[in-house]
C-alpha cells in the first residue's frame, strides 16, 4: 500500500513536489506544501505541489480511505530528511566543518558552538547546482516510497442535542459538538473544514439521504427533488474540539481524518432522536430519519402502549 | 527569498489554500473544462428496466441522425473483448450489456457524436427490445431458492450469493453469551446512499492513431492505479497510457472506480482516432455510480448485571447490486471488524458476513468509509446506546465503563492473515416494520443529549489470545 513522493529544490531554493495522491477538495497543494516547510525550512507558498498526472508524479495508490496523509505525507515527510541529509553534507562542506557539526532549524544550517556562522537552505541549493564537494553528485532532489506499517487510527466523540416535535416527527438539532483527534494536525484550518464537510455530510445521512428502489426496481433518489442534500438551511451549527495524540509509527505523527466524521456522526443523531422518543417505547428508526418515519414511529410506540 | 526572523509556516499553521485562489474565481481546470481539437461527444443509453434479457438492438435510426459519428454497443465491445471488466472485487461487470440488463440506468450503448447534443439526441433512436424479468430488490428475496439468477453470465451460478466472510473467536464468543446476564440485540439497516460530489463523473479519451499515445483525463482519485488496471484490461503498454486527473470537484470513494463510461469513451477515441468526451448527468451519477451503506445489520452484546461487556455478535447481509464492485471482503478485518470490536474493551467479539446479488447498481466503496468502518461504528454506537436503556444506566456511565483502559493498551494491530474457504450459512433475523395510522397527541418535545464515539483501535484489540480469523468466499456451494 505504498505511495511515492520526489522533491526537488531548484538552485533559489524553491522547490517542487510531485505527489501520489488526488486532491478532491481536500487542499494537498496547501498542506503538503506545510510538511515540506516544516522539514526543510521553505516557505510553502515557495513549494509548487504536482499530482495528477501519472507521466509526471510517481506512482502510488491515490487518495481514499483517509490514506494521503497516513502514506503520501509520511513519504513527504521521508523524502524531504533525504533531501536534508543531502542538503546538510553541502552546508558542511560551505562551513568547511564536518557533518556532525552541522545543525538545522528552520531552514538554517548553523555550526554546533558557533551559531553566527550559518548558511541557509536557499545558500545551499545554490551550491548544489554550482559549487558542491567533490565526488558528490550534483543536484538536490530525492525521490521515496513509503509503506506504512501500519494503519493510523484516528478517534473522536460526538454529541448530539435534539428536539423532536411529537406531533409531526421534525427534529431539529440544538447542538452538536464533534472532538476530534487526528494527531498531529497540519493545517488546524484544513482538518476544520474536513470535519465540518464529514459532520454535514453525517447529518445529510441520519436525517435525508436515500437511494431506494420500488418493487420494480426503478430507483427513488435519481434526482435532487428524490435525493436530498443538506443546505446551508438545514446543516446544524457545529462546535468543533481536539485531542492530539500523534500516531505513533507515522514520521510526523499525523492521522487520516478525512473520513471521522461521516463514519461517526450519523449514530450520533440517531441515538440523540431516539433518547427523546424512549419514554414513548421506540427503540430503533432506520435511518433517515424523515419526519415521516419519526412520525410513524411515534404512532407506532402509541398503539403499543 | 524569506527573512531569516519571519517564521515557516510549517506544521500547525492554518495556511490559507493555495488552490482557493484559482477556485474561488472560477478558473478551476475540471474535466469538462478540457476541449481538444477535433473533440467528439459520447452519451450513453441506460436500461429502463432493472432487469431484463435484451433480444436485440437497433441502432440504424440513432445511426443515420446527422453528426452522429458512431453507435458503441456491447456487440461491437465484445469484438475487441472489452464487452466485460474486473472490478476491485476480483468479479467482472458489464462495460455495455450484451446479454441481460441488470439494473436501472445500466449501459446498454453508446453514441459517439459532433455534439453532445446531438449524441444525446440520438439515445432516443435507438430501439433495445428488452424482455423483461423479475427485478430482485433486496437481499433476502436475492437469497431464496427460488429467485431468478442475476448473473447468469457466470458460469455454473445458480444463485445470488456473493461471499460468506466471519472474522472474531465463534467459540469464545458463544460462551460469552451463555454465560451472559443480560443480552441486548438490535436489528437495524443502514440504508443505500450516495455522496453526489458536486462534479459528476467523466472523461476526456484522447487516443492518437499517429503515435499510438492514449492521454485520458479524468475524474479519477486515483489515477496511477487506474493506468495499471487500463494496462492490464486493454492490453496496450503502460507507457503508451497517460491519465490526468485535473481539478477535481469532490470525490468521497465514488471517483475510485473505473465506470463504464471510461472504457467506452476510451475505445470510441481509439476506434476513431479522435478525442471523445464523456460527462454524465446528475442522474446518471445518482444511479448508476459507487453507492455506499445497504447493510442490513443484526448485532448481540453480552454483559454481566453490572454492565461489563463481555461479548459481541454481528451478522450482516451486504446488498451489493448487481455487480460485486465493492472492497474485497478480506479487507472487512482491517475495517468493519476492527471498528466494530475497536473501542470497547470486548473479551470476544465475532462477526459474520453475507453478500448477495440484486438488480441495483454495484458500489459499496464509496461516501468517506474505509471497509465499511461507518456501518461498524453505527451498529456498536447503536447497540451500546440500547443496552444501556435496558440496563437502566446512563449511556455514558456504560461507554466509560467499558472503554479499554489506558495501561496495557496496544498502539498497534497489524491485519490477521486471511484464508479463503467456503462456510456455513449464516442465520438471520429480520425484524418487519409496521407503520401506524395518524391519531391526534399533544404536541409535545422531547429533549435528547447523547453521545456517539467513532472507532479508536488505537486503544485495543479482542483480549482473545487466539489470532482472529478471516474467512472469505466467493462460494458456489451456497446450497
Redesign the interface.
Known sequence: MNDGAELRIHPTGKAILKISVQTQGQGHETTFAQIVAEEIGIQPEHIKVMHGDTDNTPYGLGTYASRSTPVSGAATAMVTRRVREKATKIAAHLLEVSEEDIEFHAGTFSVRGAPDRTKTIQDVALAAYTNFPDGMESGLEAVYYYDPPNLTFPFGTYAVAVEVDEETGEWRVRRMVAVDDCGVRINPMVIEGQIHGGLTEGYGIAAMQLITFDENGNCIGSTFTDYLLPTSMETPRFELGETVTPSPHHPIGAKGVGESATVGSPAAYVNAVIDALRPLGVTNIDMPLTSAKVWEAIQAAKANA | ??T?T??????????????DDRFIRGAGNYVDDIKLPGMLHMAILRSP???AKINGIDASRAQALPGVVAVVTGELMAQHNLAWMPTMSYDTQAVLATDKVR???QEVAAVVAESAYVAKDALELIDVDYEALE???TPQRALESDAPVIRTDKEDKTDNHIYDWESGDKEATERAFAEADKVVS????????????LETCGCVADVNPATGQATIYMT??????I?TVFALVAGLPEEK??????D??????N??PVYPGYVVATAASLLLGRPVKWIED??EN??STG?ARDFHMHGELALKADGTMTGLRVSLLADEGAFHADAQPSKFK?GLFG?VSG?YDLPAAHVTATGAYT???PGG?A?????R??EA??LI??LV??AA?ELGVD?ADLRKKNFIPKTGSR????PASCTTRATTRPRWTWRS???????S???????????????????RSPRSSAPARTTSTTSSGWR
Not at chain 2, 436489528?187 to 443505500?192: E, M, N, Q, S, V
Not at chain 2, 397527541?441 to 486503544?459: L, N, Q, V, W
Request: a positive charge.
Open positions: 527569498m524569506a531569516e519571519e517564521p515557516i509556516r510549517g506544521i500547525g499553521h492554518s495556511v490559507r489554500r493555495v488552490e428496466y432493472a432487469h439494473f436501472q440506468g427485478p430482485i430488490v438490535l436489528d437495524t439497516f443502514y440504508p443505500r446512499c450516495h455522496p453526489s460530489p479519477s482519485q486515483a489515477p496511477h492505479a493506468r497510457i497517460r491519465i490526468v486527473s485535473p477535481i470537484g469532490g470525490g468521497f470513494g471517483k475510485v446528475r442522474t445518482l444511479i453507492f482491517v471498528i473501542s438488480n441495483k447498481a466503496v461516501y468517506r468509509c474505509s471497509f468502518v461507518t461504528s453505527y454506537e447503536r446506546q440500547n436503556y449511556p498502539t498497534s494491530r497489524p416494520r409496521r407503520s401506524a395510522t395518524p391519531s397527541g399533544a404536541s409535545r418535545r422531547r429533549h435528547a443529549r447523547r453521545a456517539s464515539c467513532t472507532g479508536s483501535g488505537s486503544r
